[in-house]
């Protein structure tokens, strides 16, 4: 019930009350794009959705238009030389990600759910495929982001998108939308660029007894 209604319901009422909130803020950071550099304000991008399908995700542009279109900014050598003086803001308080709200609108997203892969993610794509986390709409957030986001390696990120995946309920989503804002209010879990050590990041908040809860839902 609260899958197919309720969480539906509410990704409609926030996205609509949050677009017409930060319709003025919208306005301003747009006027700031254009200024700095050349190119279209809204930065779209193919991404994988509910059970493998593609859409179009919205962001503000923060990178150069000389910046790869389809690549992962955590794959690309010296991406700090490809981001706009405007875009570091915006990607460090993840308000690049606002116009998103447009996708969840449009039922392309939630927000909270496993967050959208680029389509040359082939790695990260199987993964997830075989965990099942491409069985819910993908979000603005989710258990992978408030566990370390940009480095958490692939294995360990679709497994978090799994468990998501298999366990989604009120509390939890109620849970991650609290843990997101403190880890945005902290700037935690960013890196621009490719990361110099590929090694497996073994974090121990995978023990804790949220989740402990959440993979032992996803077993009954």
């Known amino acids: 019930m609260y899958i197919h209604f309720f969480k539906r319901f509410f990704d409609v009422i926030f996205s609509l009350v949050s677009l017409i909130i930060l319709c003025i803020p919208f306005i301003i950071i747009a006027s700031l794009i254009k200024l700095e550099s050349k190119g279209p304000v809204m930065f779209k991008q193919n991404r994988i959705g509910i059970n493998g399908n593609t859409f179009k995700i919205y962001k503000f542009r923060s990178m150069y238009m000389t910046a790869p279109h389809d690549a992962a900014t955590n794959s690309l050598e010296h991406a700090d030389e490809m981001i706009t003086i405007i875009g570091r803001i915006l990607r460090k308080s993840s308000i690049d990600e606002l116009p998103q709200f447009i996708n969840v609108l449009k039922g392309e997203m939630s927000i909270i759910g496993p967050r959208p892969v680029i389509c040359t993610e082939n790695e990260l794509i199987t993964l997830r495929h075989n965990n099942g986390a491409e069985t819910v709409l993908p979000g603005l957030t989710g258990l992978a982001q408030v566990h370390g986001r940009d480095h958490v390696p692939n294995l360990q990120k679709a497994q978090y998108d799994g468990i ?41 908040e995978l023990e804790d007894a949220n989740l402990v809860d959440m993979k032992k839902s996803k077993v009954n």
């Open 164 to 204: 998501y995946a298999a366990s989604v309920s009120f509390m939890t989503d109620f849970k991650l939308v609290i843990r997101t804002i403190w880890y945005v209010f902290l700037h935690i879990g960013i890196h621009e660029g490719k990361h110099k050590n590929k090694s497996v990041v073994v974090n121990s």
